[in-house]
């Protein structure tokens, strides 16, 4: 039996939000399965799905994997990509774990 996937959450703060959600999904969308519309975007990793929202001044990057060593991998590759394009803005990502 599969047990419930595990989830996490980061809001940053930054006036490119649009910006660097476009980036990332770009980025990524040459070798993953990657959705865009609007606002959102959604990255399907082998660890797991990053979901993305930009609204004014916030990212939200919300992250799900089936486990939490799955899940800390998927943060990571998502916050290094982020931390790279945004260095100018040397955006605070700090995630924060969901409960059900």
């Known amino acids: 039996m599969m047990s419930d996937p ?3 959450e980061a809001r940053v703060e930054t ?6 959600l476009i980036q990332l ?4 969308e040459h070798r993953l399965q990657v959705v865009r519309a609007g606002g959102e975007g959604s990255i399907v990793f082998p ?3 990053c979901r993305l929202t930009a609204a004014g001044d916030l990212l ?19 916050s290094r990509h982020l931390e790279r394009f945004a260095f100018r ?8 774990r969901l409960t059900a």
Not at 15 to 20: S, T
Not at 25 to 28: E, G, I, N, R, V
Not at 60 to 78: P, S, T
């Open 47 to 49: 660890a797991g799905t």
């Open 6 to 8: 595990v989830r996490a």
């Open 60 to 78: 939200v990057l919300g992250a799900q994997a089936q486990d939490d060593a799955l899940l800390a991998q998927l943060e990571q590759v998502v």
């Open 15 to 20: 006036k490119l939000a649009a910006r660097y």
């Open 25 to 28: 999904c770009k980025h990524f």
């Open 89 to 96: 803005d040397k955006p605070r990502i700090a995630w924060q």
